[in-house]
């Protein structure tokens, strides 16, 4: 008697199996392998989409390799192209295939990290990598600490819920109303603002965040994070922490590290550096310069689903000490296994969850660290390459970051908006705008390893042409326009 037929779909037999994989391993390659020719955006409307996906209606099982086939050409074609050489777009890499093949093999083994005694290889194994990323970052060998998250903005909860729980023993228990003052804490206006969803999140409110003005450079503002602080102790609210960002999600630009952390520790504020992006430069000797002081946060977020380029998502929450997590996140349960004091679901906020630390382990182990720092070194100098094309194309540059993100404007004038609808319409490249000292301001990063110079050239030259196009449709008015002042 032949196996009923979910049960073959269930787990297909070997050699239908090794075709099925190679299928779909098929339509990852046909990806890769086309990748510079096609565009950007997507193709598809959402219209199309529904329309394609009305198809399945499940009323009856259809097979595999089909639905393969039809996602695979849902996915070409509708989607924002992230791992495009000319996307030029948020913080998302193209992948690297170890940490692609890394996800594959962690989908099929399927560990549960909750409890250590149910994965110790997989524990160990993110252990391993944790422990020589916080390293790089300069936490003490014999007390540092830390785990992989589900995102950036997952490490900058931890971040204050330690922080509270550190402060105010009473928080586990009772909760803010358990406290004897409002707590609120800091990061600055250019900061990136989960920190609002946290502050609901975790009970504070929204209006816990104050969020603090920035220098004439992007940085958070330390006067006038001082006066802020005393103002909320002279009202009798009780500040906890600042979030320094390490790398801002629209400028990449990296607060004062080292004056942040002397100002918290007269202070005694825990200070949380949002390293989610840039922090990855701890990997280059000639890149890390510009985050001194990093070493000195009380906590860390380095995302290396950013731009350590390994697939989303896979954040990590580092600290010099892990003080304070286990009086956080434990709990004891008689339906998990005993150890629990060396658990993650005891010591980080996720309970059953991904063995995410695969993905960077098998990057870090394939490209070696020297590897990763040519790489994120690359991506820095072609960085410089594209600000100055864009200097020399008449753009002006308006931040200043070591780090491969440029933001820009038309000294006449050009509309921001309208320039980047252009350029993402033509298919040609993808960026985006963001808000950068007052004003909307063009935003390019290099977020892809596979970017050439000649994908530079093509970006510049799509930006010039929507500049002249822009020109054109304003019937060479740009006189007109209000002149920009200098940042
Ligand atoms: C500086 C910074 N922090 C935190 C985050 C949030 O990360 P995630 O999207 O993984 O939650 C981002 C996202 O871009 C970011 O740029």
């Not at 083994?109 to 390293?135: C, K, M, T, W």
């Not at 060998?141 to 330690?162: Q, Y």
């Not at 993905?359 to 100055?388: D, H, I, W």
């Not at 921001?416 to 007052?438: D, P």
Request: charged share 15%; with cysteine; glycine share 8%.
């Amino acid at each position: 008697m032949s196996a009923p037929a979910w049960q073959a779909a269930a787990l297909p037999e070997g050699a239908e199996r090794r075709r099925l994989l190679a299928a779909a391993s098929a339509v990852l390659d046909d990806f890769f392998a086309a990748l510079d020719e096609r565009g950007v955006s997507p193709s598809l409307a959402t219209g199309e989409i529904r329309a394609r996906l009305s198809r399945h209606d499940f009323a009856a099982p259809r097979p595999l390799a089909a639905i393969i086939d039809d996602v695979g050409e849902l996915l070409r074609a509708g989607l924002v192209q992230v791992a495009h050489p000319r996307y030029f777009g948020l913080f998302n890499p193209t992948p690297l295939f170890p940490a692609i093949v890394a996800d594959l093999l962690s989908a099929g083994f399927n560990p549960q990290l909750a409890a250590y005694s149910h994965a110790p290889a997989a524990v160990e194994i993110e252990r391993h990598v944790i422990d020589y990323v916080s390293g790089l970052v300069g936490h003490p060998a014999a007390t540092r600490a830390g785990h992989f998250t589900s995102s950036g903005s997952e490490a900058n909860a931890t971040g204050l819920l330690l922080a509270l729980t550190r402060r105010f023993p009473l928080f586990a228990t009772d909760g803010v109303r358990g406290l004897p003052a409002q707590p609120v804490f800091y990061t600055s206006a250019d900061s990136h603002l989960s920190w609002l969803k946290i502050a609901h999140q975790c009970g504070l409110g929204r209006r816990a965040v104050r969020l603090i003005a920035v220098d004439g450079a992007g940085r958070l503002d330390i006067t006038a994070l001082a006066a802020a602080v005393a103002a909320d102790r002279a009202a009798g609210l009780a500040p906890v922490l600042v979030a320094a960002t390490a790398g801002t999600t629209g400028a990449g630009i990296i607060d004062p590290l080292p004056a942040l952390a002397q100002l918290c520790a007269r202070e005694r504020l825990h200070l949380h550096a949002d390293a989610a992006w840039a922090g990855a430069a701890v990997f280059s000797d000639r890149l890390r310069p510009a985050l001194a002081g990093l070493e000195a946060a009380d906590s860390v977020t380095l995302d290396a689903h950013k731009w350590l380029a390994v697939p989303l998502g896979a954040g990590m929450f580092l600290c010099p000490s892990g003080a304070g997590l286990h009086e956080t996140f434990h709990v004891t349960t008689g339906y998990m296994p005993a150890k629990a004091e060396e658990d993650y679901y005891t010591r980080s906020w996720l309970w059953g969850r991904r063995f995410m630390g695969l993905k960077l382990f098998l990057a870090l182990a394939t490209l070696g660290r020297p590897g990763y720092a040519a790489l994120l070194e690359y991506q820095a100098a072609l960085g410089e390459t594209l600000r100055e094309r864009l200097r020399s194309a008449g753009w002006q540059v308006v931040n200043d970051t070591p780090y491969p993100l440029v933001c820009f404007v038309d000294p006449c004038g050009a509309d921001s908006a309208a320039v980047a609808q252009a350029v993402v319409a033509s298919g040609r490249a993808w960026l985006s705008t963001t808000r950068f000292l007052g004003r909307t301001v063009l935003r390019a990063c290099i977020t892809s390893f596979l970017t050439t110079a000649a994908d530079v050239e093509i970006l510049v030259a799509a930006l010039d042409a929507a500049r002249a196009e822009g020109q054109r449709t304003c019937q060479g008015s740009v006189s007109g326009l209000a002149p920009l002042s200098s940042p």
